[in-house]
């Protein structure tokens, strides 16, 4: 059964870390991009980050752009996003998502899988 679990979340004062985990099972994350994504209440999802299967390349988008870092343990068939200097403005749940395409895409339709999402809550 291919699954995506998303783990680490919680609430976190202003300029706090936390670190989240997209482990995957059923497959193999090498041969996919995984891409991190984020739905606030009322608002669409949004793309955050996203690496490449092939070479690592990553991506980010600008609000989060030197707070958070996107990696990936292929050992451990896990991708992690560390976010730090959180903002009350990054709270929402976050979504970790797989595409076979291998190269990074902000587009949620071309995703294959989702994990169940995981709340992050930053205070001010």
């Known amino acids: 059964q291919v699954r995506l679990v998303e783990s680490g979340g919680g609430l976190v004062q202003a300029g706090g870390s936390r670190r989240l985990s997209c482990a995957a099972s059923?497959?193999?994350?090498?041969?996919?991009?995984i891409g991190w994504f984020r739905q606030a209440p009322g608002k669409e999802h949004e793309g955050v980050s996203c690496?490449?299967?092939?070479?690592?390349?990553?991506y980010y988008r600008n609000s989060v752009k030197g707070r958070f870092t996107i990696s990936r343990d292929n050992a451990k068939n896990t991708v992690y996003l560390q976010m730090n200097s959180l903002k009350p403005e990054d709270t929402a749940v976050y979504y970790c998502?797989?595409?076979?395409?291998?190269?990074?895409?902000?587009?949620?339709?071309?995703?294959?899988?989702w994990g169940q999402g995981t709340q992050v809550t930053v205070s001010s």
């Open positions: 059923g497959f193999t994350l090498d041969y996919y991009a």
């Open positions: 998502a797989a595409t076979v395409r291998g190269y990074c895409s902000g587009v949620v339709g071309q995703y294959d899988y």
């Open positions: 690496i490449s299967s092939s070479n690592g390349s990553t």
